[in-house]
């Protein structure tokens, strides 16, 4: 909302009641120790990636195959190919420095041994015949023909430790 109303120049604290992924990315507490920090902290400035459908993401997202099948397509960070063909799903999550986001293929891939490295970048955008974008958990309800996440061109203010 804050950033649809052009109000990102607002100090914003996680508050969040129980652990996270968006506590753990951010390093946060939650409970009692969390409204302490959002009464004392500082802000400071971190990316604020959001995607294509003006949702911002401070925890995690991902990009799936619709009905359950393996995902279908190509992804991008920045102009770095992530990966073409067939994958379980891409991870992307929100980082706390620059360039902004991270991304991955969910399943791992061998070169000499296992590895699933993490891409950064300012974008992850992925192409392809049935992508389903999680978002926090949540399934979106249709299939998509593309999907991206990147940082916004105005940072969010963070209440950190």
Do not use: C
């Not at 389903?132 to 990147?150: A, D, I, W």
């Amino acid at each position: 909302a804050l950033m649809i109303d052009e109000r990102l120049d607002v100090e914003v604290a996680y508050v969040a009641p129980f652990a996270t992924e968006a506590v753990a990315r951010y390093d946060l507490p939650h409970g009692p120790d969390a409204e302490g920090l959002a009464q004392l902290g500082t802000a400071r400035e971190v990316p604020l990636i959001r995607d294509d459908a003006a949702t911002v993401l401070v925890g995690y997202a991902r990009h799936l195959g619709g009905g359950g099948a393996k995902l279908h397509g190509e992804t991008y960070v920045d102009s770095e190919r992530l990966f073409t063909g067939q994958t379980r799903g891409i991870r992307i999550e929100p980082t706390i420095s620059e360039p902004g986001l991270r991304a991955r293929v969910d399943s791992p891939i061998r070169i000499g041994r296992w590895i699933n490295p993490w891409h950064t970048g300012r974008a992850a955008q992925t192409g392809g015949t049935n992508i389903v974008v999680e978002r926090e958990g949540v399934l979106t309800p249709r299939e998509l023909k593309r999907s991206t996440f990147y940082r916004h061109h105005v940072d969010l203010k963070l209440v950190l430790r």
